[in-house]
Nanobody, 125 residues
Framework: QVQPVESGGGLVQTGGSLRLSCAAS????????VGWFRQAPGNEREIVAA????????YYPASVKGRFTISRDNIKNTVFLQMNSLKPEDTGVYYC??????????????????WGQGTQVTVSS
């Protein structure tokens, strides 16, 4: 199985940027769709971006569209989440999730069997 490992979180001011990385370890051969989720205290875990195996199809909810960009480097087995124009409501733990398959992206939590431990993102006002 593949094990996602997130990095790149931190503290940033409103309007700032962060770039998160999700590196795959373990069984990295094969094809995987990837999703980035976030969870704020007291809230459910919600999707913020998803990408298919080829990197040609992506998804963003309205709350981050135009500010976040997901991309991937399949040679390096890494998926990135570029976050610009950050807002305090973007604060939370960001998780990377992977699902085997060469098809489309997935937007529900239950679609992903493999999860990372998360990285904290804090946006100060």
């Amino acid at each position: 199985q593949v094990q996602p490992v997130e990095s790149g979180g931190g503290l940033v001011q409103t309007g700032g940027s962060l770039r998160l990385s999700c590196a795959a370890s373990g069984r990295t051969s094969g094809t995987y769709a990837v999703g980035w989720f976030r969870q704020a205290p007291g809230n459910e875990r919600e999707i913020v971006a998803a990408i298919d195996w080829s990197g040609t199809t992506t998804y963003y909810p309205a709350s981050v569209k135009g500010r976040f960009t997901i991309s991937r480097d399949n040679i390096k087995n890494t998926v990135f989440l570029q976050m610009n124009s950050l807002k305090p409501e973007d604060t939370g733990v960001y998780y990377c999730a992977a699902r085997p398959g060469s098809g489309t992206f997935y937007i529900s939590r239950g679609s992903y069997p493999y999860w990372g431990q998360g990285t904290q993102v804090t946006v100060s006002s």
